[in-house]
């Protein structure tokens, strides 16, 4: 899934809070706080002009469009020409101020590149530390509005058309939605009054919500306690397959001493593209079945926080999802001989299952088995039940399919028998 952001690393996330009155405070502004006078007159470094810094003092009575990008980001750069059409279509009606964080030489380099020289008669700050201050940011591109000297709005790029401009020209309702990059590394949608209250504990926390959130990125991540315990996860803008994975794999490894892949999954519902969105060409998706979900318990609890969560999602997902014993037609990896022509020479390990050649070395035959189980064309289970305990050496042209793969085996007296065996299953109902 790909988002119009292009993303940093997450955890540095800030959020548009508190007002301020200077720039020299390094207070970032919330929407409809006043733009401090001391911000029109400060220099800004900038490339592709006469001059080497400027000011917006000129620009006061303007509609105001800071465009926060690098030249490291994709969408930034798709961005450009749309940028330079708007400003040269509004003329002295609005000013776009691209911003970039990143030093002089690296604009340089890229507005003398191929794909730069088309834009290099567009005006950039750099080495800008004062506006992303001002209006910190995760993500880029990202849009400060700026009108009749407030904080208008903060918005993504996909935003900045000439139809939202006229609106907020015009004073008529703007369709623009806001964007405020939320911070990953608090929990999801929790007030900020919360942190203002010294005296209060956070023992517990649960949020679900269906729907895409924007340009919080996709993914997801763990809360740990100080001593280093998982004692919560969250998730965003992911499908519900991919918060029941991780439970899965987490509830079964403490039931069994198979690997948990996607094989072990029995999905029974009407609509399973639901639980796992069909993404277009291009990657994306509509968002319509993108979750959001952040869980979290005390410490002294966190070894059950697994079976909380699933309790949890039970509860209100529309899904039940159970741990059944049931029958499976698998692949099962027996010995053909007692003559051992697996032991290792040693050496150092290496494991490159299912890239052609395969190789073990110095390592479980485990190693194997539970590649077969990942991602490849086989949809059978394969189980191991050689009994050998140390580690191998062994290689096989590729993992293809099973006839292949048994012919290849057979010179270390080893076969895949089709059979039916009890596997602890994780099943998915409506």
């Given at each position: 899934?790909?988002?119009?952001f292009?993303?940093?690393l997450?955890s540095?996330i800030f959020?548009l809070?508190?007002t301020?009155t200077?720039?020299?405070?390094?207070?970032?502004?919330k929407?409809?706080d006043p733009i401090?006078?001391?911000f029109?007159a400060?220099p800004l470094?900038?490339?592709?002009?006469?001059?080497k810094?400027i000011?917006l003092?000129?620009?006061k009575?303007k509609l105001?469009?800071?465009?926060?990008?690098?030249?490291?980001?994709?969408?930034?750069?798709?961005?450009?020409?749309?940028?330079?059409s708007?400003?040269q279509?509004?003329?002295?009606?609005i000013?776009?101020?691209p911003v970039?964080?990143q030093?002089?030489a690296a604009?340089?380099?890229?507005f003398?590149?191929?794909?730069?020289?088309r834009?290099?008669?567009?005006?950039s700050t750099?080495?800008?530390?004062k506006?992303?201050?001002?209006?910190?940011?995760?993500g880029v591109p990202?849009?400060?509005?700026?009108?009749?000297g407030?904080?208008f709005?903060?918005?993504?790029a996909g935003?900045?058309?000439?139809?939202?401009?006229?609106?907020v020209?015009s004073?008529d309702k703007?369709?623009l939605q806001?964007?405020i990059?939320?911070?990953r590394?608090?929990?999801?949608?929790?007030?900020e009054?919360?942190?203002?209250?010294?005296?209060?504990q956070?023992l517990?926390?649960s949020f679900?919500?269906?729907?895409?959130?924007?340009?919080i990125?996709?993914?997801?991540?763990?809360?740990?306690?100080?001593?280093?315990k998982?004692?919560?996860?969250?998730?965003t803008?992911?499908p519900?397959?991919?918060?029941?994975?991780?439970?899965?794999?987490?509830?079964?490894?403490?039931?069994?001493k198979m690997s948990?892949?996607?094989k072990r999954?029995i999905?029974?519902?009407?609509q399973?593209e639901?639980?796992m969105?069909?993404?277009?060409?291009?990657?994306s998706?509509d968002g319509?079945?993108l979750y959001?979900?952040?869980?979290?318990i005390?410490?002294q609890k966190?070894?059950?926080?697994?079976n909380?969560?699933l309790?949890d999602?039970?509860r209100?997902?529309?899904y039940?999802?159970?741990?059944?014993?049931?029958?499976?037609k698998?692949?099962?990896?027996?010995?053909?001989?007692?003559?051992d022509?697996?032991?290792t020479?040693?050496?150092?390990?290496?494991?490159?299952?299912?890239?052609t050649?395969?190789?073990?070395k110095?390592?479980?035959?485990?190693?194997?088995?539970?590649?077969?189980?990942?991602?490849?064309?086989i949809?059978?289970?394969f189980?191991?039940?050689?009994?050998?305990?140390?580690n191998?050496d062994?290689?096989?042209?590729?993992?293809?399919d099973i006839?292949?793969?048994k012919?290849e085996?057979?010179?270390y007296?080893?076969?895949?028998?089709?059979q039916e065996?009890?596997?602890l299953?994780?099943v998915i109902k409506?």
């Amino acid at each position: 899934m790909k988002n119009i952001f292009c993303r940093g690393l997450l955890s540095l996330i800030f959020t548009l809070v508190a007002t301020t009155t200077s720039l020299a405070q390094n207070r970032s502004l919330k929407i409809g706080d006043p733009i401090p006078e001391s911000f029109w007159a400060t220099p800004l470094q900038v490339v592709n002009h006469p001059q080497k810094t400027i000011d917006l003092s000129e620009d006061k009575n303007k509609l105001i469009l800071i465009d926060f990008w690098s030249t490291w980001c994709s969408a930034c750069l798709i961005n450009l020409p749309k940028i330079e059409s708007l400003q040269q279509k509004f003329g002295n009606k609005i000013k776009i101020l691209p911003v970039s964080s990143q030093d002089k030489a690296a604009l340089e380099k890229f507005f003398s590149s191929p794909n730069g020289k088309r834009h290099n008669n567009m005006l950039s700050t750099y080495d800008d530390k004062k506006l992303h201050d001002l209006f910190p940011h995760a993500g880029v591109p990202f849009i400060i509005w700026i009108k009749d000297g407030k904080v208008f709005n903060s918005t993504d790029a996909g935003q900045l058309t000439e139809q939202t401009i006229n609106e907020v020209l015009s004073g008529d309702k703007s369709s623009l939605q806001t964007i405020i990059q939320m911070d990953r590394a608090r929990p999801l949608m929790l007030s900020e009054d919360y942190e203002r209250q010294r005296n209060v504990q956070l023992l517990n926390y649960s949020f679900f919500a269906k729907g895409q959130i924007p340009d919080i990125g996709a993914g997801g991540t763990y809360r740990k306690t100080a001593s280093g315990k998982i004692h919560g996860r969250q998730f965003t803008n992911v499908p519900l397959w991919s918060i029941y994975y991780p439970i899965g794999y987490e509830l079964i490894k403490q039931q069994d001493k198979m690997s948990f892949t996607g094989k072990r999954i029995i999905i029974n519902v009407n609509q399973p593209e639901q639980l796992m969105p069909i993404e277009k060409s291009d990657g994306s998706n509509d968002g319509t079945n993108l979750y959001n979900y952040e869980f979290i318990i005390p410490e002294q609890k966190s070894d059950y926080l697994y079976n909380y969560m699933l309790e949890d999602l039970n509860r209100y997902s529309g899904y039940t999802v159970t741990f059944e014993k049931r029958p499976v037609k698998c692949f099962v990896l027996v010995r053909t001989s007692t003559k051992d022509k697996l032991a290792t020479k040693g050496g150092e390990k290496r494991s490159t299952f299912p890239q052609t050649p395969s190789i073990l070395k110095n390592v479980p035959l485990k190693n194997m088995v539970n590649m077969l189980n990942g991602e490849i064309p086989i949809r059978e289970l394969f189980i191991d039940e050689t009994g050998y305990k140390g580690n191998v050496d062994l290689e096989v042209s590729g993992v293809k399919d099973i006839a292949t793969l048994k012919k290849e085996l057979r010179k270390y007296d080893l076969d895949l028998i089709p059979q039916e065996r009890q596997v602890l299953m994780m099943v998915i109902k409506d």
